[in-house]
């Protein structure tokens, strides 16, 4: 995490972006080393239990698994809630950069847990930059505090990812709204770790057109607050019923009911009709967040993987005379899947936190020029980050479980709750497809791909340094190269094809989300290759470590970059094969 942060993501650009001059590397060290205490200490514990336990809904109750209110005080107690928020609000103030390390460790230890905090972040978002003066002093220092939690309510049971087919009703009524409707799938909608859950709920004014253009947003507390922020009465809110799902059974999901005894009183966010823009300012941050999950999950499931090969006698060594078993991390197609998962992990982390980092600039930077155009490139790499972040979660659980063997399909080895908590992130914000057709039809093509040729002649710039290294990184460079030209022209042809067929795009969109992916990946890991050695040349660092960077450069060159080619061939490939197929004859 730390050679991320400071080698790849630019740690040093962030720390001396105005507001966090105080930040340095000790500092960060030992933020990053109490984190680590609690994740490992406190929250990794807990996983386990959180999955057999669940959480449960006893007379309109809803109880999370043993350890969890504990857990979230200590969480609280600590401070952790609010790392990177405004100090006029009670934040700490800290980078994004910062945030997301621990964000990582969070969810790495206990994904379910930390679904609640990074909701109430979105929640914090949105009230930050949209709310009224008065909904910032009421709701931000609770929220921020995380003595209240938040949640976002989008999603309706015939509206899906839709969400300009809410039906969420709001009618006005002197200086507040009355809600009625019901929302599905709310992540934390419900619980008892708070005592108030602070809702932010997408719906209709009775005069409000049709479509995304007539979506307000509200903020819609479980308890009514009072001017000087005192709990009052309960609002007419409440959890209907939790889903019961694959995975994240700790985390409750709800069936939420708004308006059974007349209205849930909330107030308006910013002005009516303009609730999805508003949203997707707490969407946005989220989808980085998500994407992060499946970077996190993905660690888990290497180290537990690793672990496991590292002390699982089985068959003799292939290249050995002794008859007598080794642990089956001696065997080349162990060493292939502990590399895949540990290469995909590292690069979707790298890439991951160079949004984070990005962010940062694009928020702090005194230059509105450079702010501008660092917020264009969050823009360009958060669809990404989530999409192909995510999918790398899947891939990287799955070969975890297939490194078991048949005890990876026993629960109690914890290798399949990896893979199952790691599929809802695919899902989570969006599925994958949506953050595609997003990366295809806004991100790159409003500014004319501008921002998207200006990154790829950054990756570019590296093969200077990748020639200087010689030999040992020879077939990464030529790998690189490949995969870079791969994605430039997949990219013209993208650009261009949205002139014609709009479905030529869309069809190969999931691909291209994952050649973006993959070949930024593998420049970020060639970053740190050079880094590495550029570091073992001086001397007196952690040998062992570094040589391990660049052995996990060269392997993703050699078994992970080679996908880009294919990739651009499915990205180009039209929709004429994909639509040709009747309708009826599926």
Request: with cysteine.
């Amino acid at each position: 995490m730390r050679f991320a942060a400071t080698k790849l993501a630019g740690f040093d650009e962030v720390a001396a972006l105005p507001g966090v001059e105080d930040l340095n590397l000790e500092l960060a060290d030992s933020i990053f080393e109490e984190a680590g205490r609690l994740a490992g200490g406190v929250l990794g514990p807990l996983n386990r239990v959180g999955d057999k336990q669940g959480s449960r809904l006893e007379n309109g109750v809803v109880r999370t698994p043993d350890g969890w209110a504990e857990a979230y005080r200590a969480f609280v107690d600590g401070g952790w809630n609010s790392v990177p928020f405004d100090p006029d609000h009670g934040g700490q103030g800290l980078p994004w950069l910062v945030s997301i390390v621990l964000q990582e460790m969070w969810t790495s230890a206990n994904m379910a847990f930390s679904l609640c905090p990074m909701l109430t972040q979105g929640a914090v978002e949105a009230i930050s930059h949209h709310g009224t003066e008065a909904q910032k002093t009421l709701f931000l220092p609770k929220l921020i505090s995380g003595e209240w939690t938040g949640t976002m309510n989008l999603t309706e049971p015939q509206a899906g990812s839709d969400v300009g087919a809410v039906r969420t009703r709001a009618v006005k009524q002197g200086d507040h709204y009355l809600i009625t409707g019901q929302k599905i799938f709310i992540t934390y909608g419900d619980h008892e770790m708070t005592e108030n859950i602070v809702h932010l709920v997408l719906a209709r004014t009775p005069d409000a057109p049709p479509g995304v253009k007539g979506i307000s947003l509200f903020v819609v507390p479980k308890y009514l607050v009072g001017p000087n922020g005192d709990i009052q009465g309960r609002n007419d809110l409440r959890c209907a019923s939790l889903e019961h799902k694959m995975g994240i059974h700790a985390s409750p999901t709800a069936v939420m009911a708004y308006g059974d005894n007349g209205g849930a009183i909330g107030t308006l966010v910013g002005e009516e009709n303009k609730g999805l823009q508003y949203m997707f300012t707490m969407m946005n941050n989220a989808r980085l967040s998500v994407g992060l999950e499946g970077v996190a999950i993905a660690e888990r499931a290497t180290q537990h993987a690793a672990a496991y090969a590292r002390d699982r006698v089985q068959s003799r060594d292939v290249a050995g005379t002794d008859s007598k078993g080794v642990t089956i991390v001696h065997h080349p197609d162990v060493r292939r899947m502990l590399l895949t998962m540990r290469s995909l992990t590292e690069a979707s982390r790298a890439l991951a936190y160079l949004a984070a980092s990005s962010l940062d600039v694009a928020k702090r930077h005194h230059d509105p020029e450079v702010r501008k155009a660092r917020q264009a490139v969050v823009d360009l790499l958060i669809p990404v980050v989530k999409g192909w972040g995510t999918e790398v979660g899947s891939e990287v659980a799955a070969i975890g479980v297939q490194v078991h063997g048949g005890m990876g399909y026993i629960e109690e080895t914890g290798a399949a709750q990896f893979m199952r908590d790691a599929k809802i992130a695919e899902i989570y914000e969006g599925t994958n497809g949506i953050q595609a057709n997003d990366l295809i039809g806004r991100k790159l093509t409003r500014d004319g791909g501008q921002t998207a040729k200006s990154f790829i002649a950054r990756m570019r710039d590296i093969d200077a340094g990748l020639d200087a290294a010689g030999a040992e990184l020879a077939g990464l460079r030529a790998a690189l190269t490949e995969g870079i030209a791969a994605l430039d022209s997949a990219t013209d042809w993208i650009l261009e094809s949205q002139k014609g067929d709009p479905r030529d795009a869309a069809a190969g969109a999931v691909a291209f989300m994952r050649l973006w992916g993959t070949v930024a990946g593998g420049w970020l890991l060639a970053k740190g290759a050079l880094a590495a050695k550029s570091e073992l040349a001086q001397g007196g660092a952690d040998e062992k470590f570094l040589k391990a960077k660049i052995v996990t450069a060269r392997f993703y060159g050699e078994q992970i970059l080679p996908r880009a080619s294919s990739l651009k061939v499915m990205a180009t490939a039209g929709s004429a094969t994909v639509m040709a197929m009747a309708e009826d004859a599926f």
